[in-house]
């Protein structure tokens, strides 16, 4: 099985200041694997340029962490001249966990780049079963980091948003995966439904994955 060790340097969070001081964006040592995950039938139509970049951008949307990374099914269509729509299921695992972590994914692909824009990843083999009270814990302290990713997002206008439900499963050696739903006002503007998927490390309290999509609330 052929392994790579790739430094990528990725920017975390969008957006810079004209005129502002130029800063390097963070070193993120990642070591990825481009050979198929042993339980599935491994690449389809991709090459192994495709794999590499596919593997480095799964693994920065991890911040500094370690992440080992192995591709299984991936399924490549155009998309364009110069791009193609990578869709397909994998696994990962973290630094010296034991247990690995399956993944599914959505993305594209710049060909003339030989870049990956940020995949949508969706950890864990399937939903969540498992209710969990509004003021457990986990689920206080998820309400508490969407608000503040959401407040940041909306900072200009008077936005809130709050949990329906929330329901978990035990993922890896110490992690919860998450899916809720909620409710998103904008103070006179309307409303929007909301889904939220998140990986919770119960070891370290951090939010390994935490994302949100606003949806049609009629």
Known sequence: MTRLA?????????????????????????????????????H????????AALTTAIAGQFGQRQVDVELGMVEATPAGLVQRDLAGSG??????????LPFR???????????????????????PQFPLAARSPVARQLARELTRRFH???AQQ????????????????????LHASGTARFGGEGQAGADIRALYDTRTG???QLNYELVDHS
């Open 6 to 42: 790739i430094a990528a340097a990725l920017l975390l969070g969008a957006g810079s200041i004209i005129g502002g001081p130029v800063q390097s964006p963070p070193r993120v040592d990642v070591v990825v694997d481009v050979a198929p995950a042993p339980h599935e039938q491994g």
């Open 44 to 51: 389809k139509g991709i090459d192994d340029a495709t794999a």
């Open 91 to 100: 696994r990962l695992r973290f630094g010296t966990d034991s247990a690995w």
């Open 105 to 127: 994914f959505h993305a594209l692909y710049d060909t003339d780049l030989a870049s990956v824009s940020a995949p949508q990843l969706t950890l864990g083999g399937g939903d």
């Open 152 to 154: 940041a997002e909306f």
């Open 158 to 177: 008077s936005a809130r948003i709050a949990l329906d439900t929330v329901r978990s499963t035990p993922a890896g050696d110490h992690y919860l995966q």
């Open 206 to 208: 951090d939010w390994l």
